[in-house]
């Protein structure tokens, strides 16, 4: 058997810490109980992550980067920004609506989690906005948007679609014609970038 | 001095009421404390509201009502359907974060009444959206707006600008530059309405 100090990696101790949160929740979980979850001493798990704090915002930050990661590969595809821009608001919107509706309890943790790690959160915006950018700017370049400012106009997009992707409208995801409305935004939207 | 019957108009009961939330909080606020603040007899009071509920619902409304009363004049104007919908958005936010900002206690009280008052909610946003699909229509009647179905169009601006007057956004509408993204945003759906 492989000893404890090789196997223990910061994924093992993320992966138990997310385990623990779903089980006890956000007040409760602590890092004896992800210690007690990997059969190692609390100390082992301090050696990779100093504070709860430090912890919480890993565990956090992986969550969110699901996401974007998810995403990351739509804005790298060849081809036109229109279908790119598209499929990357939709898969966003799906992915989020996913891990509400999923895993409720799981998704009510992190909105805990995100509300207390303001950084974190702050990072996966900016993230997203790059990638959108990226994809606007593609479109600006092809001739096929209208922009002098692709970084405001993708942050406009992504502020005008907050509804399909912002937690707090989680509770809309799941009523009939969200679909129709997530796709009567996009289009305006669109029309908009394309310029007149 | 005239019978307390005769004074202890709904509206009366109402703004006591207000009164009352503002000072105990939405879990704590009774009938009795509203009829107390009154000087009057809770039955008086449930003469007017049959139910606690009720009150608390009529209440909400008149909170609600108040936004779509100050939009209102917007839309009958006289002028060009894209600055009054600029105009309409623009006042639909400034209201909301006034509303916010001014008073939070009294904000995160009528959080709490709209989350439990959903067909008061979905009332005040219908009635918006109706407003809304006014300008959208007399935009497309002018030749302005390019819309085959005014309504969803509408729909779509208000799910678009759900950052600048959506309650979940609160926290918000305060940071710097929340201007500039309005703005951003209401001018690509403009550029969206006017089509190619």
């Avoid at 138990?16 to 890092?31: C, F, I, N, Q």
């Avoid at 906005?129 to 096929?144: N, W």
Wanted: one cysteine or more; proline letters at 4%.
């Amino acid at each position: 058997m492989a000893p404890t100090s090789e196997t223990l990696t910061a994924e093992r101790i993320l992966e138990a810490t997310e385990e623990v949160l779903r089980r006890h929740g956000p007040a409760k979980a602590t890092v004896v109980d992800v210690a007690r979850a990997l059969g190692v001493s609390h100390g082992s798990v301090y050696r990779h992550f100093r504070t709860k704090a430090a912890l919480r915002e890993a565990v956090t930050k992986r969550w969110l980067d699901r996401t974007s990661e998810a995403l990351s590969g739509i804005v790298a595809e060849d081809r036109d920004p229109e279908g790119r821009l598209r499929d990357w608001l939709r898969t966003l919107f799906e992915a989020k609506r996913r891990k509400a509706g999923d895993d409720p309890e799981l998704f009510a943790t992190y909105t805990v989690l995100t509300d207390e790690n303001g950084t974190a959160v702050g990072e996966h915006l900016a993230d997203l906005t790059a990638q959108l950018t990226r994809i606007v700017r593609a479109g600006a370049e092809a001739g096929s948007f209208e922009t002098t400012d692709p970084e405001a106009t993708a942050r406009a997009v992504f502020h005008a679609t907050g509804r399909f992707h912002d937690p707090c409208h989680a509770r809309e995801w799941e009523r009939p014609g969200v679909e129709e409305e997530f796709t009567a935004v996009v289009d305006l939207l669109v029309r908009g970038l394309r310029g007149r």
